[in-house]
C-alpha cells in the first residue's frame, strides 16, 4: 500500500476530533464515525488486499508519519482533556470521548508499537513516552524483551490458550506483562554491570505520573479520572488485539525442551486493506513477528495456507472478542485447522 494511504487512514481520526473540538455539533462524533462505519465501509467496498511491497523495498517517510501521530497524540490528549473538563454539552463530550478512546487504542497505540521497534534511540523513547502517558510504558519492555521471545508459548503472558474469555486473559497478561518485563529489564541490566543508566520501569511510572499531574492541572479530578479512563480504555484494546492476534496458536515443544521457532501460523493476520492501512500495518502480525525491524509500510501478508487470517476486520474482531461465548463460539471454525497444523 502506499504510504499517502497509510497517512490519510491514520491522521484523518485526529483531524475529526480536533474539528470536533472546535466546532462542536454533529462534528463532535465525526471521529468516532470515521473510525467505526468510515473504516468498516471501505474495508468492505474497497480492494480488501492490495499486495505486497517489493522484498527489499524502503520507505524513508515512513517514519515521519509516526512521529507526526506521536505529536498529535502528544499534543491532542491533553487539549481533549481540558475540552472534556469543560463547559461543553454532555453529547459532545461523550461523542468525543468515545472517537478519542478508539484513536487511542487502534491508532495511537500501534504507532507508538512501531516506534519502540525503531533501533533509533530518540523514535523509540517517543514511542515510550506515548504508552507511558497511556499509563502503560511497562508494555515498551514486556513486548520487546518478552512478547517477542516467548510468543504463542506458555511463557508469553499476551498469548491466550485456546478456551480463555478476553477478561481473565486481561487480568492475567496485565500483572504478567509487568513481572516479566521487569524481570527482562533488570537480567539485561545484570548482564552490563557497571551500567549505571535509570532503571525504564522508574521512567515509566515518572511519565506516567507527569501525566496524572498534568490531567489534574487542566482539569481536576475530572480531568484526572477522564484521562485514567481513557488509559484503561486504549490499555484493553491494546490487549484486545493481543489476545486476538495469538489466540489459541501455540508452538509445538521440542525434545530438546526448547520451543520451535515462531512461524507465520503463530499469529492470526487480516487482510483488510483500510483498517490495516489505519492501524499501521498491525493486522499483518505473522511477518511482524518474522521481522520487527520491518518498516510497517513493507510488511508482507501471508498465504492462507501459511498462517491463520480473521474472517473479519481487525477491529470487529476484537469487539467480538467483548463477548467471550459469542467469540469462542465464531473463531471455532477458524482456528481448528491450525491446531493440528
Not at 195 to 210: D, T
Request: hydrophobic share 50%; aromatic share 10%; with cysteine.
Amino acid at each position: 500500500m502506499p504510504l499517502w494511504l497509510f497517512a490519510f487512514a491514520a491522521l484523518l481520526p485526529p483531524a475529526l476530533l480536533a474539528m470536533g473540538m472546535l466546532w462542536g455539533g454533529a462534528l463532535a462524533w465525526a471521529g468516532f464515525v470515521a473510525i467505526t462505519l468510515f473504516a468498516a465501509m471501505m474495508d468492505r467496498f474497497g480492494a480488501r488486499f492490495m499486495g505486497n511491497a517489493p522484498e527489499g523495498a524502503e520507505f524513508p517517510a515512513a517514519d515521519g508519519l509516526l512521529v507526526a501521530l506521536a505529536g498529535l497524540h502528544i499534543v491532542l490528549l491533553p487539549v481533549l482533556i481540558a475540552h472534556l473538563a469543560g463547559p461543553a454539552p454532555p453529547i459532545e463530550k461523550m461523542a468525543l470521548a468515545l472517537g478519542a478512546s478508539l484513536w487511542l487504542g487502534q491508532i495511537s497505540n500501534p504507532a507508538a508499537h512501531e516506534l519502540i521497534h525503531r533501533a533509533n534511540r530518540p523514535l523509540f523513547w517517543l514511542g515510550a513516552v506515548m504508552f507511558s502517558i497511556m499509563l502503560f510504558g511497562h508494555h515498551t519492555s514486556a513486548h520487546r524483551l518478552v512478547h517477542h521471545i516467548h510468543a504463542a508459548t506458555p511463557q508469553d503472558p499476551n498469548t491466550a490458550r485456546s478456551g480463555e474469555g478476553f477478561y481473565a486473559f486481561f487480568l492475567r497478561a496485565w500483572g504478567g506483562s509487568f513481572v516479566r518485563g521487569l524481570q527482562a529489564e533488570n537480567d539485561l541490566r545484570a548482564r552490563k554491570a557497571g551500567v549505571q543508566a535509570l532503571h525504564p520501569y522508574v521512567l515509566y511510572v515518572a511519565i506516567s505520573a507527569v501525566s496524572l499531574a498534568a490531567a489534574f492541572a487542566l482539569g481536576g479530578p475530572m480531568g484526572l479520572a477522564l484521562w485514567a479512563i481513557l488509559s484503561l480504555s486504549a490499555t484493553a484494546q491494546l490487549m484486545l488485539s493481543d489476545y486476538v492476534q495469538h489466540y489459541g496458536l501455540l508452538r509445538a515443544k521440542l525434545p530438546n525442551g526448547k520451543y520451535e521457532p515462531v512461524q507465520n501460523r503463530h499469529s492470526w493476520n487480516a487482510p483488510h486493506w483500510y483498517s490495516s492501512a489505519m492501524m499501521v500495518g498491525a493486522p499483518r502480525h505473522s511477518d511482524h513477528h518474522a521481522h520487527p525491524n520491518r518498516p510497517y509500510p513493507a510488511l508482507r501478508l501471508p498465504n492462507t495456507a501459511d498462517a491463520p487470517r480473521l474472517p473479519w476486520p481487525l477491529p470487529l474482531a476484537c469487539t467480538i472478542a467483548l463477548f467471550p461465548p459469542l467469540w469462542k463460539r465464531a473463531i471455532r471454525p477458524h482456528l481448528k485447522p491450525w491446531l493440528s497444523a
